[in-house]
């Protein structure tokens, strides 16, 4: 077995952390609350890559379920599974599972992979069972990442919608090229390689969200080429990639979520830095910059934007969808801050009642016998975004794809049969 020890100023190092990976064993930097590594080599072994964040030695990213054993790690009670400086793997992040595969002599890992990306047909569920073992849970980290225009749209008041990740199952992928794979938009290429962006936020619960599988989905794996964006829809659940194994999730009926307290607007840099450029702070009803003087120039890659400025929502903007809590009878503006705090919105401290009802407050519609998402509505005009694309529903109601699986058109409101607030409730 090799023992790389370098000798770079890495804290996670200094205190003695160590991993074993592939035979060797590195210095390392816990990533994501132990979803992920860094590891440390003083030689450029197989896959390391120059950096000079580490006193100019060669790092790698690694999943934690490809760390076969974690040594020296610091005490953390209660969150670890397995006996780090054991043998024993470290996973701090409770609240995910990781995706489990029935493994045999005959079923490797690379035929589950093949599997995953195989496109998918209607009555072939060869790969389900597996995909069902990646969960979200209340709390879950989430992440979608963005092109510069998408980020923009976001301190402008976007909510989350459409396909997106669990932070656990991407953690690894810490560099612009990386992420590169995960762009839902049209924009992949264009912008610059120095920075990627991701919005980060916890899932208020596991009902927002939907595995993009099964019948529900064949409009989107049979999506001709010229109706997308992005890569296609395998039916499978996972991503395509000619490498990594990464499961997906979309919003369910491709409707918006609302934001939990303190989403993140990050920033992701050529040697895998991870930056917090923007929180969400409800109270305020904006995004407060948190990057200082030396970091704003990752803000450049977002079109519009002044490093200068923070962002606040103005209260004639309506959202699509919006968090409701009853208090004593009488329903308000809720703010979720997962896994426990459920409260009434209030700028004042002592008015932050915790809440005893909660639901997710949005409008359906049906146009021409497709069901979709009121998103806001002007003089005479009902913009919509279909809850389950099919080809047909696509060329019949001349709707353009956003991002990948987010259809959108503008449909005249006599037209529409609209049903009004739904509220969709959850269970505290």
């Known amino acids: 077995m090799t023992v790389s020890f370098p000798r770079g100023d890495l804290a996670d190092a200094a205190a003695g952390l160590r991993v074993e990976y592939a035979g060797s064993v590195y210095a390392a930097e816990e990533i ?10 003083p030689t450029a072994d197989a896959g390391f890559h120059p950096t000079d964040r580490v006193g100019g030695q060669w790092h790698r990213f690694v999943h934690v379920t490809e760390i076969s054993a974690v040594h020296g790690e610091r005490p953390d009670p209660g969150s670890r599974t397995g006996a780090g400086g054991h043998g ?20 490797t890992w690379s035929d589950v992979h093949q599997l995953s990306q195989a496109q998918v047909r209607a009555g072939e569920p060869a790969i389900a069972g597996i995909r069902r073992t990646a969960t979200i849970a209340r709390g879950t980290r989430m992440m979608k990442v963005l092109s ?4 923009a749209g976001f301190l402008r008041g976007w909510s989350p919608a459409g396909f997106c990740y669990r932070e656990y199952d991407i953690a690894h992928l810490r560099t612009p090229t990386d992420l590169t794979l995960l762009r839902t938009d049209g924009d992949a290429g264009r912008d610059s390689l120095d920075v990627a962006y991701a919005l980060r936020w916890r899932a208020i619960d596991p009902v927002d969200y939907e595995i993009p599988a099964g019948p529900a989905y064949q409009g989107l794996v049979t999506m001709p080429p010229r109706d997308r964006i992005g890569p296609p829809v395998l039916g499978t659940g996972f991503t395509p990639s000619d490498r990594h194994l990464i499961p997906e999730f979309v919003t369910a009926n491709f409707t918006d979520v609302p934001l939990s307290a303190n989403a993140a607007l990050l920033a992701y840099t050529p040697d895998g830095a991870e930056l917090v450029l923007y929180t969400f702070q409800p109270e305020q009803r904006g995004w407060i910059r948190m990057a200082g003087p030396q970091w704003r120039h990752l803000l450049d890659g977002i079109p519009e934007i002044s490093s200068d400025q923070e ?9 699509p969808s919006q968090l409701v809590g009853g208090y004593h009878g009488q329903y308000y503006e809720a703010v979720a801050d ?4 459920f409260r009434i919105l209030s700028m004042t401290r002592a008015a932050r009642y915790p809440i005893e009802t909660m639901a997710r407050r949005l409008r359906f519609t049906t146009w021409r016998q497709a069901r979709c998402q009121v998103l806001r509505q002007e003089t005479g005009w009902s913009r919509l975004r279909l809850c389950h694309p099919t080809p047909e529903a696509v060329a019949g109601l001349g709707a353009q794809c956003y991002e990948r699986g987010v259809y959108e058109v503008w449909a005249p409101t006599a037209e529409i049969t609209d049903e009004g607030p739904t509220d969709l409730p959850y269970e505290l």
């Open 338 to 341: 997962p896994p426990d705090d």
């Open 311 to 319: 962002y606040l929502r103005t209260a004639d903007v309506a959202q």
């Open 148 to 151: 510069g225009r998408q980020a």
């Open 32 to 41: 994501a609350r132990g979803a992920a590594y860094r590891l440390i080599s």
């Open 88 to 107: 024993g793997a470290l996973v701090r992040n409770t609240l995910d599972a990781p995706l489990m595969a029935p493994l045999t002599r005959t079923t």
